[in-house]
């Protein structure tokens, strides 16, 4: 058996369509797309037309879509200029958001600049709209950001739900879409967020570039300042052929959705099936076995508890198997799953997150259930 990658959640392999459309602004149309003789303005026009692509997937206006290193440069943008644009002085999120958000906002809590409200989460780490709806109430001057899907656990959060109500107070609501960007529609005329992201790579896109949708509701200022690209929202030379890729990595994901998705929930539920066969006491964290109500590229197994937890991605890699995971944190230490830790989940009980393309097979997971089997036999 060849490697094996589960980790598509962390990065996928990119395309061989997207670097084919990348190749030429890698080697050919090489201008300054800022310089206004004929090399800079064929690639301008290139990063427009990109542009528009990436805004009609996504049913909104051009106007809207700003190019930008990644999801964490775009969750920054989105939530540190909105405190600053507009006064905001609370922030409601949940413990489970990925890093580019929760540091974020921390660190916006301790220097004092806003007030932070960690929302109550059920045991699959889902919220409770009526507690958001309280909180509203009591001041509107809030941003609300909740991720679409968690990284980690697979669980869902409605995001339209959430953004209606988010409206209806007259509060900002940001959503970290990165998860979910290429793998489910966003229509942005009927989702009615303020902010969404996206990260190339991780729906067979390139890396290190990304965009945020700012809605022209509620403009914002500018992050990183230094010239006047992305319409004076985005100082620095356009990442060019990473965009290029970007609106073709996005365009491939929307062309092929459904028997994309088809084909890694075939993939995810024989998986769940063969860990129920042949592993006793097998659990999963979140939402992630239901395949209805969870980000379907992602399971997170929860195994029987062990001293050698910590072992398990080690023993997966020594055969072959990429992964990741981790069990919760155990007291007084940073190592392991704030995610896991944060539902209260047991630090005995070690995670392994498995995340899907649609490059993965089932032959893959009969290869990576027998030797999960070999490793959990041999510990004990």
Do not use: W
């Not at 060019?240 to 998705?261: F, N, P, Q, T, W």
């Amino acid at each position: 058996m060849e490697k094996v990658y589960l980790d598509n959640a962390a990065t996928t392999p990119l395309d061989e369509a997207v670097f084919e459309e990348m190749k030429p602004y890698m080697l050919n149309y090489f201008g300054n797309p800022s310089s206004i003789h004929s090399h800079g303005r064929q690639v301008r026009a290139a990063i427009e037309k990109a542009r528009k692509k990436v805004a009609d997937l996504l049913n909104t206006s051009p106007s809207e879509i700003f190019f930008t290193s990644g999801g964490t440069e775009a969750d920054n943008t989105a939530i540190r200029c909105t405190v600053e644009e507009y006064g905001v002085k609370n922030i409601i999120t949940t413990g489970l958001e990925h890093h580019a958000v929760l540091h974020t906002v921390e660190m916006l809590a301790k220097r004092g600049d806003v007030n932070l409200h960690l929302l109550d989460l059920d045991p699959q780490g889902r919220v409770d709209l009526n507690q958001i709806d309280e909180l509203l109430k009591k001041d509107p001057n809030t941003l609300v950001s909740l991720m679409h899907a968690n990284n980690e656990i697979g669980t869902l959060n409605d995001i339209d739900a959430i953004a209606n109500l988010t409206r209806e107070h007259g509060a900002i609501f940001h959503t970290d879409t990165v998860q979910t960007m290429g793998h489910f529609k966003h229509d942005l005329q009927e989702l009615k967020a303020n902010f969404i992201v996206g990260s190339a790579h991780k729906f067979h896109g390139p890396k290190g570039v990304g965009f945020l949708y700012v809605n022209h509701e509620r403009k914002i200022h500018p992050f990183i300042h230094g010239g006047a690209q992305e319409r004076n929202m985005r100082g620095g030379t356009e990442n060019v052929y990473g965009i290029i890729g970007l609106a073709k990595a996005l365009e491939l994901a929307y062309s092929h959705m459904d028997e994309h998705r088809k084909h890694i929930e075939g993939v995810k539920q024989y998986m769940i099936d063969q860990l129920k066969i042949n592993i006793d006491g097998v659990e999963f964290n979140g939402t992630s076995a239901d395949l209805d109500n969870s980000l379907y590229t992602v399971l997170n197994v929860s195994l029987p508890p062990s001293d050698d937890n910590d072992m398990l991605l080690f023993n997966l890699d020594i055969n072959g198997i990429s992964a990741s995971g981790g069990s919760a944190c155990s007291s007084g230490s940073n190592v392991g799953s704030h995610v896991l830790t944060a539902l209260g989940s047991d630090p005995m009980r070690g995670a392994i997150r498995f995340s899907f393309s649609r490059f993965n097979t089932k032959e893959q997971v009969d290869y990576v259930i027998s030797k999960l089997n070999e490793i959990l036999t041999i510990r004990v």
